[in-house]
């Protein structure tokens, strides 16, 4: 089989024969092509999907406390996100603004039922109130 460096460097003419930095004038009119593939790179095989590892871990006590772990840091989040839904809802709905949307439409583009807008606009403006600390 052939050397596809000799090839590459055949079609390029006298100017790449000449070596690097000899006659750069006369080998800047003239392009080098580049070396042809002569095979098709394999591509990567897709990885396995993996759930935070939980997959590799063979000791099953390891095994539920890092679940657990999981679980209860996922379980703080959408408690979180909840929280954050409920303060966007109360702030749409909000008469003061110009652009104030009402509950079916917040119930519409949070893919709630209308009374569960309205409970979560409730509970975002309870949210969205100063805190009261007792001294």
Known sequence: MPDSHAQASDQSGPAAAAGPGAGAGAA???RQRPVQLLFEPQAAEPEPERFFDLESIDDPAELL???????LAFRTAAERATDFQAVAAAQLADPRRFDALSEA???GRADWTPDYAAKMIEYGRTLLQPRRHED
């Open 65 to 71: 406390r890092r679940s657990t772990e999981l679980a």
């Open 105 to 107: 439409e917040i119930a």
């Open 28 to 30: 800047s009119g003239r």
